[in-house]
């Protein structure tokens, strides 16, 4: 999107020409927080808009899997708004359908978000429906086959996206276990049968795992229901997950088509502050246009336009405990194997050729990067989640937005790389031979 603005100029006895930066103040949407009667922390975001929306944040992402279970989370994802002893799935999708609302179920490393969006006035009857997936599916056998031919499905597609394959691998590399766990189940889980979901669902569905996040709803009628409808969930208290611990490695993947690439290393967990200054660097040296047409404005963005449908792009995930911090870079092997070389001079040197220019523009667009992530339902139901969930507070936007405030430029600490090759490996680069 281009935004356009309009100058204008006052000219007196002394001509005068002052820049200076000002950040447009952004409106903190009143977010209210309240533990439960049934133990389970409600929060609420008021922001007028004519549609609600309800959803179930549950710490039960592929992160939780153990070796014996790896790609559980996967299967009790698809599970939701199945048959359960109040309603048949059917019965489920028509009543919404007629009252015009929308399920889903979302699947990342370190949660499961149930959700439901619908018109104001419905609230009552959508939290009934997010509350029996949590007291009463049944979890039927019969019902194993349906949903292992939906998890096969969900597994296909995502392989036929290369960006996504590539990032899943970086991760495995990256982390082996717990965050390196894939968010797709694969055809050599040992989940076999309805009772092995069952069991991680009992695991995982008590109260200090699960949050309750509403969007343009009321929050004492939210709060009433979650007493009600929950008064019965049980209140164990989950073992603590293993602390994530970054190993690095290689992965050589060989496939037609284009070619991706990705070089990561160890990054900072969210909501810190080296997870801000990670940020930044990220939108310094990213090799993203933001126009359609044109060079780009950086070294990167003006190498990959002279390439062939070369892509480059930083990325920047943050987790509760650790991150992952790289690019990815896709298109014909050899543009790719150059561009690699020059993503890895520019990381290297990034810290020493700052312009005071260069690090406001970078600076803007990560302070853009954390306003935008606070627009959409989907979106701040998943940031308040996860911040009650690990940390046990609300993070507003403008407390977000204050992190870049007193940022000064730090370089990376050195680790061993992670790198991913997909694509014609035998013209894709080594992590050893980009000088790192």
Not at 66 to 91: M, Q
Not at 94 to 110: P, Q, T, V
Not at 150 to 175: C, D, K, L, Q, Y
Not at 281 to 298: A, S
Request: proline letters at 3%; a neutral charge; charged letters at 20%.
């Amino acid at each position: 999107m281009l935004r356009t603005c309009r100058l204008s100029s006052k000219f007196g006895s002394s001509f005068k020409i002052s820049l200076s930066r000002a950040y447009a103040s952004v409106a903190a949407l009143p977010v209210t927080v309240t533990k439960s009667k049934a133990g389970i922390t409600v929060v609420s975001v008021e922001d007028s808009a004519p549609a609600s929306s309800v959803s179930l944040v549950v710490k039960a992402g592929s992160r939780e899997e153990g070796t014996d279970n790896v790609g559980v989370a996967h299967y009790l994802k698809n599970f939701a708004f199945k048959n359960t002893s109040a309603r048949t799935a059917f019965r489920t999708t028509r009543e919404a359908e007629l009252l015009g609302g929308f399920l889903s179920a979302n699947l990342a490393r370190e949660n499961l978000i149930l959700s439901a969006e619908f018109l104001r006035g419905d609230l009552g009857y959508f939290m009934e429906i997010l509350s029996d997936i949590v007291f009463k599916t049944k979890y039927e056998q019969h019902e194993f086959p349906n949903i292992k031919e939906s998890v096969n499905f969900e597994r296909g597609a995502a392989a036929a996206i290369p960006e996504v394959t590539v990032m899943n691998a970086a991760h495995s590399v990256a982390f082996r276990h717990g965050l390196g766990n894939s968010l797709f189940a694969d055809d050599a889980t040992k989940v076999s049968n309805s009772s092995d979901v069952k069991a991680f669902a009992n695991k995982v569905y008590t109260a200090p795992n699960i949050m309750i996040v509403g969007t343009s709803v009321n929050h004492g009628e939210l709060l009433n229901l979650t007493d009600s409808l929950f008064q019965n969930i049980s209140h164990a208290i989950p073992s603590t997950p293993i602390a994530s611990k970054y190993f690095g490695g290689e992965c050589r993947i060989s496939i037609p088509g284009d070619s991706h690439f990705v070089l990561a290393f160890s990054g900072a967990p969210a909501g810190t502050s080296d997870y801000a200054a990670l940020q930044i660097l990220r939108f310094l040296i990213d090799g993203e246009k933001g126009t359609k047409w044109g060079e780009g404005v950086n070294v990167l963005a003006q190498r990959a336009s002279k390439l062939d449908d070369t892509k480059i792009s930083f990325f920047n995930a943050g987790y509760s405990d650790a991150g992952l911090f790289g690019v990815h870079i896709s298109g014909i092997a050899t543009s790719v194997y150059s561009a690699a070389r020059s993503a890895v001079e520019q990381l290297k040197h990034a810290a020493n050729k700052i312009s005071k220019d260069d690090f406001a523009r970078a600076l803007a667009k990560a302070r853009f990067n954390a306003a935008a992530a606070y627009e959409t339902r989907a979106s701040k139901t998943e940031i308040f989640g996860n911040q009650i969930l690990f940390s046990g507070k609300v993070t507003t936007v403008t407390e977000a937005l204050t992190q870049f405030d007193r940022f000064k430029v730090e370089d990376i600490q050195s680790c061993k790389p992670t790198a991913v090759a997909l694509g014609d490996v035998s013209a894709l680069p080594y992590s050893d031979s980009l000088s790192l």
